[in-house]
Every structure is written in C-alpha cells, then in structure tokens.
C-alpha cells in the first residue's frame, strides 16, 4: 500500500480578541480626526439649502422679501447619509476628549433643539409620516430615533 503524506494541520488562530481589535482601530481612527470629519457630515447632512435670492429688481422690496423668506428648502446632497450616520455615532466608543475636541456634541444638541421645535404638538404617528429637509429628506420620526 501507497502512504499519502497529509498536510500538518493549520496553525491555531490567534488568541486577539477580534471585537477589541475593532475597538482599537475605531478609537485610532477617532483620535487622528475621523470625529472631526463625521462631524462634519452630520451638520452637512442636515442643513437644508435654500434657493439662491433672487436677483431681478422689484419695485415692492418688502414682497420680493416676503417671498424669498417662505422660499422652498431642499435637503442637503448628503441628507440621505443622516440616519446611517447617527446609527453609527451611536455604536462608536465612547471618549470624552475626542468627543470635545471635534464639538461633534454640539452639533448634535442643535440638531435635536431643531428637530424638537419642528416636531411640537404632533403625536408619534405624524411624526413616522412627516417628510422634511431638516431629516436629511426622510421621516422626521425616524430621525428623532437615530
């Protein structure tokens, strides 16, 4: 009888544990700026833009003003980005510093003061249905819940 070498068997995996990993590259990915540039995002996904002011003359200043004021907003180019972004800044670890020095927490209490006022006095069913810039164009409930 013919005797078939086998192969040693593979080497055991290493003994790192793969969530701490994870956690390691995230906080080196937060402290080199990554919170600064997610902070960022976040005010960019939700400020709306508004139309560019008219420039044709009109003889009745104060309507022309009126007017621009009750303009139309769009979501931003990046609103569709919001909600996973707030999924993520939820997930991601927690310090303090890093938090600070990108003021990533500022922009998140403005964020919630405007979702706030725009939801006063609507119960949480209109809130699923109610549509709006502000909430990067999707439901301003969904929002609220990031």
Same mark, same amino acid.
């Given at each position: 009888?013919? *005797?078939i =070498?086998?192969p040693?068997?593979?080497p055991?995996p290493?003994? &790192?544990?793969? @969530?701490k990993? /994870?956690h390691?590259?995230?906080?080196?990915?937060l @402290?080199v700026?990554?919170m600064?540039?997610? =902070?960022?995002?976040? &005010?960019? !996904?939700y400020t709306?833009?508004? $139309? $560019?002011p008219?420039?044709q003359p009109?003889?009745?200043k104060s309507?022309?003003?009126?007017?621009?004021?009750?303009?139309v907003v769009?979501p931003?180019?990046?609103?569709?980005?919001?909600?996973?972004?707030l999924?993520l800044? /939820?997930? +991601?670890p927690f310090?303090k510093d +890093?938090? *600070? !020095?990108?003021?990533?927490h /500022?922009h998140?209490?403005r964020?919630k003061?405007?979702?706030?006022?725009l939801?006063k %006095?609507?119960? !949480?069913q209109s809130?699923n249905?109610? *549509?709006?810039?502000?909430a %990067?164009?999707g439901? &301003?409930?969904? !929002?609220?819940?990031?």
């Amino acid at each position: 009888p013919e *005797v078939i =070498a086998t192969p040693p068997p593979p080497p055991p995996p290493p003994t &790192v544990n793969l @969530a701490k990993s /994870k956690h390691t590259v995230m906080k080196t990915f937060l @402290a080199v700026g990554g919170m600064k540039l997610l =902070a960022r995002w976040l &005010v960019e !996904a939700y400020t709306v833009v508004q $139309p $560019p002011p008219s420039n044709q003359p009109n003889k009745r200043k104060s309507f022309t003003l009126k007017t621009e004021a009750a303009a139309v907003v769009s979501p931003s180019s990046t609103g569709a980005l919001l909600l996973p972004l707030l999924t993520l800044l /939820k997930s +991601i670890p927690f310090d303090k510093d +890093i938090i *600070v !020095a990108s003021s990533i927490h /500022k922009h998140i209490k403005r964020y919630k003061k405007a979702l706030d006022k725009l939801s006063k %006095g609507m119960d !949480a069913q209109s809130l699923n249905e109610v *549509v709006h810039p502000i909430a %990067g164009g999707g439901s &301003v409930g969904k !929002a609220m819940r990031g």
